[in-house]
Every structure is written in C-alpha cells, then in structure tokens.
C-alpha cells in the first residue's frame, strides 16, 4: 500500500511525485491516464502544432470542446490538453513565465497566506536550472533546464524594433525584476529536445523502487470512509482496479478533469451530484466553478519574403532539410519552439502593471493550426491575449462515468472589461504592426484584411476570432471564502487527507504562460506534504 497516491502525471503532478519519492522510504503510486509520452512529436519543440491537431490518431490529446460561448456567437472552442506523463508540459509553446509579482500578492491579498510572490519565488528557483546562472531571481541547480529562445526570425527581430520605435520599453528578462516590455522569451528546452516534467522530474525517478507508475489508467474516484480517503479506483485496460492509500491522495488532474474526478467521488456541488445519482461524500458549492483563462485574438500577416515555416511545396523541400539537420544535430526551426518573441504592455497607460502578452509565430497560423490553406503561405502571426480576465465558467459532469469528457463551460467575454481591454490591446498590437518598421518584412495583412479603425469592427472580428490560451484554472481554488475549495495547504475543505496540486487552485490566473506556475506549485505541494507528516 504506498503512502500517497497522485491522480494526474502533468506539469504538477509530476513534480509532487518526483520530489515525495526523493525519500526512498516513501512510498509512491502516480497514475496517468495517458499515454508514456515517449514520441518523438512530444521531444521535438517545434512539432508544437502537430501535437494540438483535432485527430482521432492524436493519442497525446484529450482534444476537448467547450460549450458553446454566448459572447462569440455561440462558437464551440476547440481546447488540446496533454495527456501522457508530463501532461501539458509536453504539447505546451514551452515558454518559461512565472507571471507578475503582483499576482502572486493578490493571492496573499484573497487570504492566501504563504503565497505571495516572496513565498513562491524560492520554489521557481528550486526548480531552475537556467542557462544565466544562479541569480536573485533565478535558479541554476533544479531539474527545469530553462534556455534561451533563438530570434533570428526576421519578422521577430522586426516586431521588437518597430515596438521600440514606439517607445515601448525593451526587456531581457521576464520573470526579473520587471515584467513591461518586448524581447525574447526564455524556454523549457534543452539540447534541441523538449525540456518538460516528463524529461526532467519523471524520467529520472522511474527506476526508483518506491515508486510506482500506472499509464493509461483512468481515475474513476476516490473511495472513502467517513472523509478519510482510502483508496482510488481507476480503469486501466478496460477493468476497474482500486490501489489503497496510507497516508493522502494528491488530485493533479488538471483544471477540467480534477474538478470531475472530485464531482465523482462525491465531493462537489450537491445540486450537481443529485442529478448525477452521486452520493455526496462533502458538499462544496465551489468544485468546479471559477473557471478562466486568457482570452486570445491573433493578427496574421504576409510576409515579402520566403521566410519563417509554410507548408507549401517549397516550404516542404526546406522543412524536410531542416528535420535532416536536426536528426543530426538538433539544429533548425524543429529544435526551437513557436514563437520567440513578444512581451508584456498595458492597455491603458492608467494601469498600474502589464495587462495584456503577445506571441510572435513565425507560421500564418489560426483555428490550432487547422487552417492548412492559410498556413500555404509565407508568413507571421502574432496572438494577444489579455492577462486579467474578470470572465468566469465552469466544468460540470456530463454524466457520471469517469469516461466521458467533462462538460466545460468556459465563456469567455461575458464579462465587458475584458472585451473593453481586449479591444484596446488589439489596438496598441496593431500600431506596431503597421508600422514603418514593419514594411521590409510585412507584404499585407491576411488576417484582418486591413487596419481596424472603430471599435465597432473591432469588436466584430474579436466576435468571430476569440479564442483561448491553452490557460484553464481556477475550478478548485485556493481561499477563505465559500466557493473555496482547498486550503492554503492545498488540503480539501473537510476532508482529512484530500489536496488538490494544479492549476486549478490559481484563485486567479497569473498573468502570462501557467506552466512555469503549475511546477511551481507541485514543487511547493511535496514541501508542505512532507512538513504536514512531521510529528507536531
């Protein structure tokens, strides 16, 4: 019987195991309901688009759909989630952003003691192993390989000048002293190889003999007695099988699927276990609710030259020379990840920190890389996404098998100010795009056709364009307050030996990539269990 049971091998998960089976007198049992994760696609970092596509032959994706979005016309938004050991980290654009210090006080702020942006900063850097070297703000000796990214694409070398012709400040470090500014992202990669939870906190634990890893094994629920937790059930090769926990079962499930494992086993909304015939364990109105992400709108562009990746018949001749050179030595656009450069502005000169992030992508690119027509051509893409968003979904049961996707409601812009910011964003991004700078590199817009100028075309294309980050959390949230569903020390509010360790205690989302953060949490998660063990 092992001594903790984690549900979910991904960015948190991962990393909670990894570090509780450092203790070879600690028992551990991790179960994944992917796959191993052992592809080549998976390793390669620019094989990104790929690993997102809507097939059935996908089997590293949950290729999940929302509901339908009220603000967007009723668009159903297509969601790719990992789902193999390493979990996200292993599909993700591998940026590494940790977020703003401010957010981080807001969750101390909300009554989270213990994660303020002091309190976490030392778990960031437990994890690190940057390339700079070990530094006040980074680390240098944790499994993380943290490289930099390479921005000798033209149109990103472009986007930063034309940005600075505007007098947006440059910024060489993110996750620094400051988060304003454009520059070059830092990434989780290595050698050429994608650097995840799976390659750089899972592998090297596997061989370890207090550890146990289930594949393919699907969480069913969490067997309980009274409100302790004394077992899990999961299926795994189309039997249900139950491993027994002595100690605590840690549920790093992700922002859609730990809310449905906790909705199954009885803890969550009554109203919602009722109509669902569960029997309710512990009634907690928040399971599920509070669920957000950043809401995103791309600008496409033509490029004058045959620059960047297109998968028309040159672009396809020069590809298959790239994969050649990186078989070899892990060189070319494959050993990089999507988009090097962007940064961190604000909508209104008002605000008082960064709101808003952008993403260059050196590929006409739209739909998750579904529209292959438009990805013929030579171009860039550049995604704006707002960083603060007030919209707030939910994940419910779609039935009560543990072998149906969650039904997720993410509704996005139903909230004013986050079109308002949204529109202003699109705004900024658009200046520098049509800016001087930009026309040795910028044959014509694709994508809208040509420079909105009223809010009211704006707001028409974000209609019709809207989409999301790849961000989902929220729906277990860290707090004092009655939608809260864990505590400060991740435990489950009225269960004796329950936490949750994932994205989905953000009580709100930082601003910038979440996989930085979700480590961040598995890596403070195995210190707090450890210390919760210590005779008092």
């Known amino acids: 019987m092992p001594d903790y049971v984690i ?22 049992c991790l179960l994944e309901a992917g796959g191993s994760g052992n592809s080549p696609l998976v390793s390669t970092p620019g094989a990104f688009a ?9 089997t590293h994706n949950w290729r999940y759909n929302t509901e339908p979005v009220t603000a967007l016309n009723g668009r159903r938004l297509y969601n790719p989630r990992g789902k193999m050991l390493g979990g996200s980290s292993g599909m993700n654009g591998m940026v590494y952003i940790r977020g703003d210090r401010s957010d981080f006080d807001n969750w101390h702020d909300l009554g989270n003691q213990g994660w303020s942006y002091n309190d976490v900063l030392p778990y960031f850097r437990k994890a690190e192993r940057n390339v700079r070297g070990e530094s006040q703000y980074h680390g240098a000796f944790g499994p993380l390989h943290v490289s930099e990214g390479d ?43 994608r650097a995840g939870v799976k390659r750089c906190y899972i592998d090297p634990m596997l061989d370890r003999p207090n550890v146990r890893v289930e594949v393919n094994a699907r969480a069913r629920r969490i067997v309980f007695e009274g ?62 609710q509070n669920l957000h992400d950043h809401p995103d709108v791309m600008m496409i562009f033509e490029t004058r030259k045959r620059i960047g990746i297109a998968l028309n018949p040159l672009g396809l001749i020069k590809s298959t020379k790239d994969l050649l050179h990186y078989i070899v030595r892990k060189g070319s656009w494959l050993g990089n990840p999507p988009t090097a450069a962007g940064g961190f502005l604000r909508s209104d000169p008002d605000r008082d920190r960064p709101d808003f992030q952008l993403h260059v992508i ?20 550049v995604l704006i996404n707002i960083g603060h968003p007030k919209s707030r979904g939910a994940v419910r049961l779609r039935d009560s098998s543990a072998l149906s996707d969650p039904l997720i409601d993410l509704n996005l812009l139903s909230h004013p100010d986050d079109r308002t910011a949204l529109r ?60 809260a569903v864990v505590d400060t020390r991740l435990k489950v509010r009225g269960l004796q030996n329950v936490r949750v360790a994932d994205a989905s205690i953000m009580p709100t989302i930082i601003n910038g990539n979440t996989n930085a953060t979700c480590i961040m949490i598995g890596e403070k998660a195995a210190d707090m269990i450890v210390e919760d063990q210590r005779p008092q």
């Not at 549900?7 to 551990?28: C, F, K, M, N, Y």
């Not at 790929?50 to 996908?58: G, P, S, T």
């Not at 909304?269 to 669902?276: C, F, M, S």
């Open 424 to 483: 202003n964003a699109f705004k900024i991004t658009q200046d520098i795009l049509f800016s001087e700078t930009m026309n040795d590199v910028v044959k014509r817009p694709l994508y809208p056709t040509h420079k909105l100028n009223e809010d009211q075309e704006i707001d028409a294309y974000l209609t019709e364009h809207v989409n999301h980050s790849y961000h989902p959390v929220g729906t277990c949230k860290m707090g004092t307050d009655a939608l």
């Open 7 to 28: 549900i979910g091998g991904g960015s948190s998960g991962g990393v909670i195991a990894s570090r509780l089976s450092e203790d070879r007198e600690t028992t551990v």
């Open 362 to 381: 050196p590929l006409a690119y739209r739909d998750h890389a579904r529209d292959y027509r438009l990805m013929t051509k030579w171009g860039f893409t």
């Open 151 to 193: 921005a000798s694409f033209e149109a990103y070398r472009a986007f930063i000048e034309a940005a600075a012709s505007l007098g947006y400040p440059q910024n060489n470090d993110f996750n620094g002293d400051t988060q304003e500014g454009i520059g070059v992202y830092q990434f989780t990669v290595k050698d050429g190889r």
């Open 50 to 58: 790929a690993l997102i596509q809507d097939f059935a032959i996908n």
């Open 227 to 288: 409100k302790r937790a004394v077992a899990v059930e999961f299926v795994q090769d189309g039997q249900v099988r139950r491993v027994d926990v002595q100690k605590e079962v840690i549920v790093s499930s992700g922002s859609f699927n730990s809310p449905q494992i906790l909705m199954l086993s009885g803890v969550g909304p009554r109203a919602e276990l009722d109509r669902h015939g569960i029997e309710v364990v512990q009634e907690i109105n928040g399971v599920g």
